[in-house]
C-alpha cells in the first residue's frame, strides 16, 4: 500500500538523509560565517604576536604599525 502511517514509500528516510546532508553542509563549510569558528587575525596582530615572540625589535615594531595605520 502507499500510505504506511506516516509516511509514503520511504519518505521518513528521505528527510533523515536530507537533514544529515543538511547538518554536515553546516559544520563543515570552508566558509567564513559570522561569529563562528576563528576569526581571521588582522596584520596588526599578526604584528603584534611577532613582537610578543621577539622576532621584530621596538623599532621595526613601531615603524610596520605606523605603516599599517596609515593606509
Known sequence: MWFDGHHYWGMHWIWWILWIIFLIWIFATPWDVPG????????????????????????????RKKNLLKK
Open 36 to 63: 563562528q569558528r576563528t576569526k581571521k587575525e588582522t596584520p596588526l596582530d599578526i604584528l603584534k604576536k611577532r613582537y610578543a615572540a621577539g622576532e621584530i625589535n621596538s623599532e621595526e615594531f613601531e615603524a
